[in-house]
T-cell receptor
Framework: DSGVTQTPKHLITATGQRVTLRCSPR?????VYWYQQSLDQGLQFLIQ???????AKGNILERFSAQQFPDLHSELNLSSLELGDSALYFC?????????????FGPGTRLTVL | SQKIEQNSEALNIQEGKTATLTCNYT??????LQWYRQDPGRGPVFLLL?????KEKRKERLKVTFDTTLKQSLFHITASQPADSATYLC???????????FGRGTSLIVHP
């Protein structure tokens, strides 16, 4: 158990809908990362937050947004969902969000868009 | 941008043998390289980090090498066990960012 929790475990929704994925980092970790993993793309970095502020951005679509709250939990919002958004979404946390920081991954949320 | 290549074909080996997985990268050499293990439907788990000035790193039955001339890292599991069956991902920072870019991973299957 990495200490990172993600809810829900599974989510099934329809195209055009909006969903929110939630992540609680390990106790003491200030940095949260979001990743998308699909069969054809591998693990893709979306966005990082550090202590409430956006720190780095990857291949995140404009339809997706995220935030980190004062209690350090984070939410990833996916809107106008398309079939191609079906994937596993992982949250990871690290202590400082710096070079060589070990990332601890959560169990993931499996999103299915029908 | 950095391109990371891992063998997409599964590696099948017999229990007790040494498994060797390869990670090749293009362009510039990263300051470090990480290896993760991922089981089906679960999040990756960090295993080892090796820095560019380290040729080799060991942890229990795991050994990682880093050859910046060949732009390659090798990941070895000695005395492999069926419980070692998983997908192994390498990750390294890309461009000016410290955020690691992950390879697609290689599936290892250890047969009893």
């Amino acid at each position: 158990d990495s200490g990172v929790t993600q809810t829900p475990k599974h989510l099934i929704t329809a195209t055009g809908q909006r969903v929110t994925l939630r992540c609680s980092p390990r106790s003491g970790d200030l940095s949260v990362y979001w990743y998308q993993q699909s069969l054809d793309q591998g693990l893709q970095f979306l966005i990082q937050y550090y202590n409430g502020e956006e720190r780095a951005k990857g291949n995140i679509l404009e339809r997706f947004s995220a935030q980190q709250f004062p209690d350090l939990h984070s939410e990833l919002n996916l809107s106008s969902l398309e079939l191609g958004d079906s994937a596993l979404y992982f949250c990871a946390s690290s202590a400082g969000g710096q070079n060589e920081d070990t990332q601890y991954f959560g169990p993931g949320t499996r999103l299915t868009v029908l | 941008s950095q391109k990371i290549e891992q063998n997409s074909e599964a590696l099948n080996i017999q229990e007790g043998k040494t498994a060797t997985l390869t990670c090749n990268y293009t362009n510039y050499s990263p300051a470090y390289l990480q290896w993760y293990r991922q089981d089906p439907g679960r999040g990756p788990v960090f295993l080892l980090l090796i820095r560019e000035n380290e040729k080799e790193k060991r942890k229990e039955r795991l050994k990682v090498t880093f050859d910046t001339t060949l732009k390659q890292s090798l990941f070895h599991i000695t005395a492999s066990q069926p419980a070692d069956s998983a997908t192994y991902l390498c990750a390294l920072p890309s461009g000016g960012s410290y955020i690691p870019t992950f390879g697609r991973g290689t599936s290892l299957i250890v047969h009893p």
